[in-house]
């Protein structure tokens, strides 16, 4: 939303020296729904865009302390054994429940909230995550060491308007979706999102690529992975630890829906192969592609 004040009207960080830094997360969590609610309250009529992002679900997983969790048995240090046994790994996973049901009941008393304002069936409410958490289902911790699904693969969920009806399900989504189809949503012009890599959910159709890419390849290599009907694009590249968009990338590999390699005879083979089995993500992710013989 841009540095300073730049396209927003008031921003609330935990900063150090701030009034929030010196809240523990849980505490933190609730005093931003609490002025959440009275920025609404503020609000009679009219529109408006609240953003807020809770930690307690991120590493090392966190809840209120007035919070009863579910789960009895949890780990209590946070620290995470490296060989672990199964009961180990069931209670840093309890742990991890424990806080996305104090996320939840957050949300779900903020719901209410809006239900007894009468602001809640023409609201728009999107919930989602940065990323997801692996408890050693491929041999590694939380996130951060690969881009599979259980380390990328994040709910979207979207409430839209009673007047507008129950959008559509879709079986693949990426973050970069979430922008335009939020401004489909609210009638903007279709010009304003042309140009935009993610693509409006509101609208039909299916099989899109998706696309997930990291800054920390862990011990995988996998820097960006492309994914549609089944099949698997790997990529790495140089560098990839800057945030800056790569000249070069390099094709580690293309996985078809057995999970098995695809093996051609040469580069121009791999980049009709890239252009057949992931056609949208031309029009969407690169600008130009130029195979480069090694």
């Known amino acids: 939303f841009g540095y300073g004040t730049r396209l ?16 523990n997360i849980g505490e933190r969590e609730r005093v931003s729904f609490d002025r959440l609610r009275e920025a609404v309250m503020n609000r009679p009529s009219g529109g408006g865009f609240y953003y807020t992002a809770l930690d307690s679900p991120h590493y090392n997983y966190y809840w209120h302390n007035d919070f009863k969790p579910p789960f009895a048995e949890y780990d209590k240090d946070t620290r995470f054994p490296m060989n672990p046994t199964k009961d ?10 424990n806080s996305v049901a ?19 069936d023409e609201s728009i409410i999107i919930v989602t995550g940065d990323h997801g958490e692996e408890f050693q289902e491929l041999g590694s911790w939380f996130h951060c060491s690969s881009l599979r699904p259980e380390q990328t693969q994040v709910p ?34 279709e010009n304003t999102t042309r140009g935009m890599a993610g693509r409006n959910l509101l609208m039909p159709g299916d099989d899109f690529t998706s696309i997930s890419t990291t800054a920390y390849v862990g011990k995988s290599g996998e820097t960006m992975v492309l994914r549609r009907a089944g099949y698997e694009a790997v990529f790495f590249w140089d560098h990839y630890w800057e945030s800056e968009v790569p000249e070069n990338v390099v094709l ?25 089995r992931f056609p949208d ?9 130029e195979v480069v013989e090694d």
């Open 88 to 97: 180990e790994v069931q209670r840093v996973v309890n742990r991890y429940w």
């Open 156 to 189: 979207i969920l979207i409430k839209w308007p009673s007047s507008m009806g129950r959008g559509p399900a879709q079986k693949d989504a990426n973050h970069m979706d979430v922008m335009p189809t939020l401004m489909g949503a609210l009638g903007m012009p």
């Open 8 to 23: 927003l009207t008031v921003l609330e960080q935990a900063d150090k020296g701030s009034p929030f830094s010196d809240l």
């Open 281 to 289: 993500a031309f029009e969407r992710f690169f600008k130009s592609l």
């Open 102 to 120: 104090w996320v939840d009941s957050q949300i779900e008393a903020f719901c209410d909230f809006l239900k007894s304002q009468g602001r809640y």
């Open 252 to 276: 580690e590999h293309i996985l078809g829906p057995d999970g098995k390699k695809v093996k051609l005879a040469d580069a121009s083979a791999y980049c009709d192969e890239l252009k057949l």
